[in-house]
């Protein structure tokens, strides 16, 4: 089989007695008629003919027409198109990304809007399921549990989702999404709809403020802040660059390959979304994306997958932030469900930096809880007559980070046995004593139904309280005691990094690693004569 029958994508049956050839139909001037034949024999084509009658009857004719408004070759498709290939739709003849209508004066003519208007504008559909995303092929690690976090710039999680998860949320998606983000296909030209209903026409200055996520997988793309002016022109969405250049991947052709078109993948999926055109910018499918506004009513509800990893980098002061990742950290703190509970587990410093740590804790706070004194200074806790417990009040995401994850690690991080609930430790008024303040029941049966596992794990009774309290009656602690350790950490130069769990665990757990998890764990923790239920690391 020749190169160009395998290029064209013709069936092996077809191929193995006819080659392909391009029918060169309609109107053409003298001057371009040759130009057009090398575009064609480079299109993959045998040779061009201008008459039909001059072929073979075992040739594979195609027939084209060449439209002058957009300068394509348009092939035409009829019942005498040979069945059973696939040859490119679409031809540019002049190329380069401005209208070609305005570009050679004739915006005068009234132009085929289902018809690309420029090279740029050849998504429309040449050959387009040529590229198959690579969808649910996993890389290196990623299959593989206990990994270090593989975070990108702006903290998502990048581990590439498995074959069974990409296709589990793309039962969720319109199906032209689907057909997009799995099959590489394309947007019919102007139909810039969001997958979850967002229109775009028009102006960019006239765009709400927000930011696009892919359709799966929900990883942060772009934001409005990166919309080309080329989009209102455009039959399809155009952005100057992504939010990050890790949230995206670009693939190159193959040399030879009749397609040269760069494709633009989500790096967390492979799914396609569209493609990449140099200085032109990124031509995406709408259909491909969700888009979520800074204000206004969003068309569907919010997706947890939408939801950062880490919130080191987006806990920046606004003011300290670029103007795309401000309008992803001020959509993310609209839609993200949070819960908060109060944690004491010795001074407040090493707990909050320990805790900030974690992937999917959002915020914290040092201050003071659980006391009679309002208002107290850290003065006023330290005469221990006010009743308080140093704290640290977490804000975070339970997609993330279940609550049962969260009193595992406070458990693991410190030595909440009776035996040691004395002094600053002392249970119900010491400043250091281990307690877990939370604001509703729910929340209260988990954290006693923990300690009773974590007994059971230790052999040993625990002073740990455990009750519903006012998140109001939380006190905050003065300025110098917030991220005290991380401030010092910073000015000494160390790298402040979110950990997964294990080896959160293995940095900042006082216990033997083989009692950290449920109680179905108990005996061979009771077995391990390593554990003496004592701390590898003093809080």
């Known amino acids: ?21 391009a029918c060169l139909v309609g109107y053409v001037s003298t001057a371009q008629v040759s130009e057009i034949e090398c575009i064609l024999l480079d299109a993959g084509y045998d040779r061009m003919i201008r008459d039909e009658s001059s072929s073979m009857d075992d040739e594979l004719i195609f027939r084209y027409k060449y439209v002058k408004a957009s300068g394509m070759l348009k092939l035409i498709e009829d019942d005498d198109t040979p069945k059973g290939a696939e040859a490119p739709k ?11 209508l305005v570009a050679n004066g ?13 090279a740029f504008d050849i998504d429309a559909a040449n050959a387009e399921g040529q590229y198959t995303p690579k969808w649910g092929e996993m890389k290196i690690n990623d299959e593989k549990n206990g990994v270090p976090l593989k975070l990108s710039s702006l903290g998502y999680n990048l581990r590439r989702l498995s074959k069974d998860n990409v296709l589990s949320e793309a039962n969720r998606i319109s199906a032209m999404s689907k057909e997009v983000l799995l099959n590489g296909g394309t947007d019919e030209p102007n139909v810039k709809v969001t997958n979850n209903g967002h229109y775009f026409s028009g102006s960019v200055s006239d765009v709400n403020e927000g930011f696009f996520t892919s359709a799966i997988g929900g990883n942060p793309l772009f934001t409005t802040n990166e919309l080309s002016p080329l ?3 455009s039959g399809w969405l155009t952005f100057s660059r992504p939010i990050a250049e890790d949230h995206i991947e670009l693939v190159y052709a193959e040399k030879g390959a009749m397609d040269q078109r760069v494709e633009v993948v989500d790096i967390r999926t492979g799914c396609h979304l569209g493609h ?4 032109d910018g990124y031509c995406i499918n709408a259909s491909a994306l969700n888009f979520f506004p800074v204000a206004g009513i969003d068309a569907k509800p919010w997706e947890d997958t939408t939801n950062p990893t880490s919130w080191q980098k987006l806990r920046k002061l606004d003011e300290e932030l670029g103007i795309s990742p401000r309008i992803l950290k001020t959509v993310l703190l609209r839609n993200v469900r949070c819960e908060e509970v109060l944690l004491g587990a010795g001074c407040f410093w090493h707990v909050e930096f320990a805790l900030r ?6 915020d914290t706070k040092a201050g003071y809880a659980g006391g009679t004194c309002p208002f107290p200074s850290y003065e006023d806790v330290c ?23 969260l009193l595992d690690c406070f458990l693991a991080m410190h030595d909440p046995t009776i035996v040691r609930a004395h002094g600053k430790q002392a249970s119900k008024d010491g400043q250091y004593r281990s307690c877990v303040f939370v604001p509703n029941q729910q929340m209260e049966n988990l954290g006693k139904n923990a300690i009773g596992d974590c007994q059971k794990q230790l052999a040993k009774l625990l002073s740990t309280e455990v009750r519903i309290l006012d998140m109001e009656s939380f006190w905050l602690a003065e300025e110098r005691h917030q991220l005290h350790d991380e401030r010092v950490k910073k000015k000494d130069g160390n790298e402040i990094k979110t950990l997964n769990e294990i080896d959160w665990i293995f940095e900042y757990g006082r216990r033997s690693s083989s009692i950290w998890g449920s109680s179905e764990t108990a005996s061979g923790a009771l077995d391990d004569s390593d554990d003496d239920g004592m701390a590898r690391m003093m809080i």
């Open 357 to 362: 740590r974690l992937p999917g804790v959002i």
């Open 106 to 118: 004739w915006s005068f003519l009234d132009p085929d809007e289902a018809e690309p208007m420029s």
């Open 231 to 233: 989009t209102g022109s």
């Open 383 to 405: 005469k221990k007559d006010t009743g308080h417990a140093e704290v640290v009040k977490v804000t975070f995401d339970p997609h993330m980070l279940s609550f049962q994850k």
């Open 276 to 279: 990449y055109f140099g200085d």
């Open 1 to 21: 089989m020749s190169k160009t029958t395998l290029e064209l994508g013709i069936s092996n049956e077809i191929s193995s007695k006819r080659s392909p050839i």
């Open 90 to 100: 679409y031809i540019p003849v002049q190329s380069g990304e401005e209208n070609v």
